[in-house]
């Protein structure tokens, strides 16, 4: 209500020479009362008084309006002025270089049928004060309606979605100071818009919860972006050293196998030479290396059986090879050749021989028995090449 | 002596007080008017400033503002062709022109005869307001609407010598219950765009993740063939190396491999062997000659 303030500083101005007109009468009136023997100081103290309302100041900011019996006489500059006493002339000043500030509340529709409180404020400047105070009764109502309606149509213009994003675009505010310019210059009431900024655009209350859990929304999906990204961020380098390890297992393997091959071939070297001396005699060594060998590590089962002696040897090729896992541990920390037809357990145990088809068949003899005559013979075979052979076998590993 | 001044003084106030009713003022934001007896009107062009008349009784002077009023049509109820009720807020501006017809129009009731006048902007807006629905009431040309209603009440206005300055549309809101309405709506919209946010986020997350598998798997499947060619160059240089080993004597190659594979596949402790009677192993068991 800046406008006013130039009216008030008018009618208090008024207001005064009107006092100074009643303390006139009283003086007078006292005058009366004592003689004229003071008259000459009692209108000298009235000119006085007179004198003192035809004195005003106009401070940096203002100008001084001055009307003659109503009619426009000058505009005055800052500084201290002069002019004649009411009711012939009255002053008005006018801030014409303060920018006078007007905050705007408003609810509104958007473009896509949204409600939005806005926030606006103004600033303007009354550059021309004559204009300012003459072509408009109330210059706040006008530009209260211009920013109104300004606001008004340019927040019809845009979505709720483009108005509610943190960063608003900077052309709005110019825009509307234009808008609004362009309004005030219909009036041509000397009004100079210096800025319109909108302050704030929110929500109605009753929906600020829901607007919220936008928020709430996009911050849980970036969360899942997150630790989905944290997630490659680990997977990619595993996978690299996995693939790392795989180049480096293969790199080893290799080198085992070149190491390997050329370990036979260092070895094969005498072996060879021998060959080439005694080929036979060799192959033969060889040969009977590998037989011990194999023979001594192998359980054996002897099946005397002639095609065409009517006999029927019936062997549970599955109760064999059961035992095969729990006897292999165990025969081959030991080194002990595990020979036996049935289940046997590790030390040659009989107990499984009792259960085993031993009627049926011909006489199976748990390990460690002499062998039947005329029989299937299942028998250890001690062997007393044993250390020999294991060593050599060894060696063939080698 | 004062009693013979009295009447005199007496007479000289009358007379003062007589011609200070010769004199008016016009002000710089006034129009004024001249009636003589009360009626006819005698002047009507005065510029600001001071001015004569016959005195008390006589001429009667009326002063008008001249300046630039609004008249303010607040809330008023509209209802769009979709029949969506809405409220406006309308501002007229209007300046009193030519200040006899006014007199004349307006009387003693002054601005406020001015109502007749926003009657035809309010029906203007009315009526374009019933001609779009919602959404083309909000994208509708303010401006244009404003000017059209000016035109509309500018003809009523001349009649009483007031000219239409502006029509300005100051707001436009949901009318009677329908704020609730916009506001479920918009309710709907913000978590119909949460929704959307978290399945975005759902499917961005999904991609990273099935995008970083993928390499995984590139990585993973590049090692292995790089790991299969090494092994394939491991096997060339064994081969070669076992190749040049046995360079004069192929046969015997492969019975030293065979002999090493009898060994390595037979001669565990997991195999059984049956052995028949006329197994070469056990010859020199049965007889010293072997037969």
Redesign the interface.
């Known amino acids: 209500m800046a406008w006013n303030n130039p009216k008030d500083e008018e009618q208090g101005a008024r207001r005064s020479g009107a006092g100074g007109g009643g303390g006139w009468r009283g003086f007078r009136l006292r005058l009366r009362g004592q003689g004229l023997a003071l008259s000459g100081l009692g209108i000298a103290l009235l000119l006085l008084l007179i004198a003192s309302t035809c004195y005003y100041q106009v401070d940096d900011a203002g100008r001084g309006v001055v ?6 006489q000058r505009v005055d500059a800052p500084g201290g002025h002069w002019h004649w006493p009411w ?1 012939v002339e009255s002053t008005t000043v006018v801030n014409v270089a303060r920018a006078i500030e007007l905050p705007l509340n ?10 939005l409180e806005v926030n606006l404020n103004l600033q303007y400047l009354q550059a021309d004060p ?1 204009k300012a ?6 210059l706040d ?2 530009l ?3 920013g ?2 300004a606001l ?2 340019a927040i ?2 845009r979505t ?1 979605a483009s108005l509610l994003t943190g960063a608003r675009e900077p052309a709005l505010d110019e825009g509307l100071r234009q808008a609004i310019q362009r ?1 005030l210059d ?2 041509d ?1 000397g009004v100079q818009m210096r800025s319109a900024a909108v302050a704030e655009i929110r ?2 209350a ?2 600020v919860a ?2 919220e ?2 928020d ?3 911050q ?6 997150s ?3 944290a ?2 961020a680990t ?2 380098p ?3 050293a ?3 390890r ?2 480096q ?3 080893d ?2 080198r085992e ?2 190491a ?3 370990a ?2 260092a070895r ?2 005498p ?2 030479a021998e ?2 001396v005694a ?1 036979a005699a060799t ?1 033969n060594r ?2 009977e290396d ?2 011990a ?14 095609p065409g002696n009517g006999n029927v040897v019936y ?1 549970q090729l599955d109760k ?2 059961q035992p ?2 729990a ?2 541990a165990g ?2 920390a030991t080194g002990t ?2 020979v036996s037809i049935e289940s046997v357990p590790e030390g040659g145990t009989h107990s499984a021989a009792a259960t085993g088809p031993a009627g049926a068949a011909p006489a199976i003899g748990p390990a460690g028995a002499p062998p039947a005559n005329a029989a299937p013979v299942a028998a250890p075979k001690p062997d007393p090449r044993l250390a020999d052979e294991s060593r050599g ?1 060894e060696r ?2 080698r | 002596m004062r009693q013979e001044r009295l009447p005199l003084l007496l007479a000289l106030a009358l007379l003062l007080l007589l011609a200070s009713t010769c004199v008016f003022r016009v002000a710089e934001d006034q129009l004024a008017l001249r009636l003589r007896f009360g009626g006819d009107v005698i002047a009507d062009n005065y510029a600001p400033g001071l001015h004569f008349k016959w005195p008390w009784g006589i001429d009667e002077v009326r002063l008008y503002d001249r300046r630039v009023q609004d008249f303010a049509l607040l809330a008023e109820p509209l209802r769009t062709r979709d029949s969506v009720p809405l409220r406006t807020d309308i501002s007229l501006y209007w300046q009193v022109t030519k200040v006899a017809e006014f007199h004349r129009a307006a009387g003693e009731s002054g601005s406020a005869a001015i109502g007749q006048v926003a009657q035809k902007v309010r029906e203007s807006v009315r009526a374009a307001v019933a001609r779009a629905d919602l959404n083309g009431v909000l994208s509708i040309d303010a401006d244009r609407l404003g000017r059209e209603a000016l035109e509309a009440a500018r003809g009523p206005a001349a009649d009483m010598g007031v000219t239409l300055v502006a029509v300005q549309l100051t707001s436009l809101t949901p009318g009677e219950d329908m704020s609730e309405q916009f506001a479920e709506r918009m309710r709907q919209g913000f978590t119909a765009t949460a929704l959307q946010l978290r399945a975005g986020g759902t499917e961005e997350a999904q991609k990273i993740r099935a995008e970083a598998e993928a390499k995984r798997g590139e990585i993973l499947a590049r090692a292995q063939r790089e790991a299969a060619a090494t092994r394939g160059q491991a096997d060339a240089e064994a081969a070669r190396i076992d190749a040049r080993t046995f360079s004069r004597n192929p046969e015997f190659q492969v019975f030293w491999h065979r002999l090493e594979t009898y060994r390595r596949t037979l001669g565990t402790a997991n195999d059984v062997l049956v052995l028949g009677p006329d197994n070469d192993f056990l010859k020199y068991l049965r007889a010293p000659s072997g037969r």
Not at chain 1, 293 to 306: E, G, M, P, T
């Open positions: 009307q003659r019996f109503g009619r426009l009711p408003s609810e509104l529709l958007t473009s896509d049928g949204n409600l004559v105070l003459f072509r408009v009764q109330s109502a006008v209260r309606d211009a109104h309606a008004r149509d019809a213009r709720m309004r219909v009036f009431c929500v109605p009753s929906v829901a607007r859990d936008i709430k929304a996009r849980d999906a970036d969360k899942l972006a630790d989905a990204r997630y490659a997977l990619v595993q996978a690299e996995e693939a790392q795989i180049v297992q293969a790199g393997d290799k196998r070149v390997k091959a050329e036979d071939a094969l070297a072996v060879l060959y080439a080929p192959r060889l040969y590998t037989m060998d194999i023979y001594a590590r192998s359980r054996k089962v002897y099946v005397d059986l002639k062997l064999l090879l095969s896992n006897a292999a025969s081959a050749p595990g076998r063939g590993v």
